[in-house]
C-alpha cells in the first residue's frame, strides 16, 4: 500500500522568484506552507517537526513564525518556517526543494517548490 499523505503547495521565498538559494549562506530561507479551502496550514501542520532541502529529509529548520500571515493575498492565512540554508543540502544545479512533516493528527505533509541555486 502507498504511503498516504497530504500534499500541500508550499512558496519558498515567499513574495519572490525565482527562488535562489545561496548554499553557502549562513543564513535561513523561508518557505511559506499555503492554506487552501480545505486545509488550514497554521493549525494543522505539526511546527516542530518539518523537514526541508533537496530531498525533504533535511534536519533544518530553524524556526516558525509565532503568527500566521497571508503570503499569497487570497483571504487565508498561511504558515511560514525558517530553514537553515547551510543544513539543506542543496547543490548547483538542483531545481527543486521538498518540505516534509506532518500534521498535528500525524498525516504525512509534503510541498514542493522549484529552486534556482546561485553562488
Ligand atoms: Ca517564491
Ligand atoms: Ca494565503
Redesign the pocket.
Known amino acids: 500500500m502507498a504511503t498516504l499523505f497530504i500534499e500541500v503547495e508550499i512558496d519558498i521565498k515567499p513574495g519572490s522568484y525565482p527562488n535562489s538559494i545561496n548554499p553557502k549562506s549562513k543564513g535561513t530561507v523561508a518557505v511559506a506552507i499555503?492554506?487552501t479551502p480545505d486545509f488550514d496550514a497554521p493549525g494543522e501542520v505539526d511546527k516542530t517537526l518539518l523537514t526541508f532541502g533537496q530531498t525533504g529529509d533535511e534536519v533544518s529548520l530553524a524556526f516558525c513564525n509565532k503568527s500566521a500571515e497571508?503570503?499569497?493575498?487570497?483571504?487565508?492565512?498561511?504558515q511560514v518556517c525558517h530553514f537553515n540554508t547551510q543544513d539543506t543540502g542543496f547543490h548547483e544545479g538542483d531545481t527543486e526543494g521538498i518540505l516534509k512533516g506532518k500534521t498535528v493528527d500525524d498525516t504525512p505533509i509534503e510541498g514542493r517548490d522549484s529552486v534556482r541555486i546561485v553562488n
Do not use: Q
Request: hydrophobic residues 45%; glycine residues 10%.
Open positions: 499555503l492554506s497571508d503570503v499569497n493575498a487570497d483571504g487565508l492565512l498561511d
